[in-house]
């Protein structure tokens, strides 16, 4: 790329960071935007057991959940049609399921298919399903 001189004329194309945040006491396990477009963001928190919701055009904070779980490592996922439930994977394999709507602690369902740490999980927003796949090679 072609190094530019920094002026405004310039900027048309790069990044530009608006806010930043101490959302969490430690390291961010994950960030995750809802799909198509992306205009709310989760992130949750590795030790903390904060989930934070975010407004991405007004980079605002839009709402928190306290659990008492730890999500180190975890995966996630916004799911649904319209996008309102976050997915989010524990270490013991299971797959808690939140509501960004009412902002409770207590998940909305549970899901326990797999028996070991999940390594990736996706949703495939066209066809509503989330594929989830864990360290002892089970999808």
Do not use: W
């Amino acid at each position: 790329s072609t190094p530019t001189s920094g002026k405004k004329e310039d900027m048309g194309k790069c990044l530009e960071f608006v806010k930043s945040y101490t959302s969490h006491i430690n390291a961010v396990s994950s960030l995750v935007t809802t799909l198509p477009h992306g205009d709310v963001a989760a992130s949750i928190g590795g030790t903390d057991g904060k989930i934070k919701f975010y407004d991405v055009r007004t980079f605002d904070v839009s709402g928190m959940i306290a659990t008492s779980q730890k999500f180190m490592g975890c995966k996630a996922c916004f799911i649904g049609s319209d996008q309102s439930l976050l997915a989010v994977s524990t270490e013991s394999g299971a797959i808690l399921i939140y509501s960004s709507v009412t902002l409770s602690s207590k998940p909305v369902s549970k899901i326990t298919l797999h028996a070991a740490f999940i390594t990736a999980m996706k949703y495939n927003y066209k066809c509503e399903t989330v594929i989830s796949c864990d360290e002892k090679g089970i999808v």
